[in-house]
């Protein structure tokens, strides 16, 4: 299968696109990825160079793989870190290529909005991914995102599917909340939640007390390879679930800074524990 990917893309490191791709070729996809910010590596390390790709390269860009022929054979786009709100225009313009010949093409949108109680990009990005919201299949926000796009906080899980049920009605039939902790969440673990039109699924796992630079990126690409096949939301969950706890200890095994995705890349097509989800409602 091949997807389209518009995310941020570093030189060192592995976030945004420098994550989803590798994962996703590992995985036997064929990946058209589109940067949104070219950076020299994570700017939570300091020091980091680089900048917005600006609008009009980013469509030459797209113009350039639809005259490849690259568009009409994408299964998926993924969209996911936007400097700037203009590049909601380049995905749904990508995205209405692609279906105007591939009905059946998937959008996932990894809504980059900001974590822990801290958004980190501006209001017109805000609004642009809300935007975004309406015409993707699947959404995949952190606690916090969630909080952002629904317009409610979410003290408890049954809040949470509220919440979630909220950015559901904006357009998505898959919303994806990628971690959360409230109050009737297990100590020292964390949910993971999914509704997929009337049905929810949760998966409470244990939490490692570290922070990952791309994890997020990672697990919206694992959820979607995993769903592409049968559309099977429970199975990709847990699966997803699965390989990325992989990717995290062996990170933190090597006591590293970022991902350890090569050296985890076996752990993660063949998780050691796999995790099954159980219905919530």
Not at 27 to 56: K, N, Q, R, W, Y
Not at 131 to 154: H, K, M, V, W
Not at 175 to 193: H, N
Not at 200 to 216: E, N, V, Y
Request: glycine fraction near 10%; charged fraction near 15%; hydrophobic fraction near 45%.
């Amino acid at each position: 299968m091949a997807i389209l990917s518009f995310q941020s893309q570093v030189v060192a490191g592995h976030v945004g696109n420098s994550v989803a791709v590798f994962a996703l070729q590992r995985l036997g996809h064929e990946v058209f990825a589109l940067p949104t910010v070219l950076l020299s590596h994570h700017p939570g390390h300091g020091g980091a160079e680089g900048g917005e790709i600006p609008a009009d390269l980013m469509a030459r860009l797209l113009a350039g793989l639809e005259t490849r022929g690259c568009l009409p054979r994408c299964d998926a786009v993924v969209s996911g870190y936007f400097g700037v709100g203009d590049v909601a225009e380049t995905v749904r313009a990508a995205l209405a290529r692609i279906r105007a010949t591939r009905l059946g093409c998937t959008y996932l949108c990894d809504p980059v909005l900001g974590d822990d109680g801290r958004t980190y990009v501006s209001h017109e990005v805000v609004a642009a991914v809300k935007g975004l919201a309406r015409i993707a299949d699947i959404i995949t926000p952190n606690a916090y995102e969630l909080s952002l796009l629904s317009g409610q906080g979410s003290a408890n899980r049954a809040e949470a599917l509220g919440a979630m049920r909220i950015v559901q009605g904006l357009g998505p039939s898959i919303v994806l909340l990628t971690s959360f902790y409230g109050a009737d969440t297990p100590e020292k673990a964390i949910d993971v939640m999914v509704v997929d039109r009337d049905l929810a699924w949760r998966l409470t796992i244990p939490k490692l007390h570290c922070k990952f630079s791309g994890a997020g990126d990672l697990f919206a690409s694992l959820f979607l390879h995993f769903w592409l096949p049968e559309h099977n939301t429970a199975f990709a969950l847990g699966a997803a679930c699965s390989a990325l706890r992989e990717v995290l200890l062996e990170t933190i095994a090597q006591g590293a800074d970022e991902l350890s995705l090569i050296m985890a890349q076996n752990r993660m097509v063949s998780p050691s524990v796999q995790f099954t989800a159980e219905a919530f409602v």
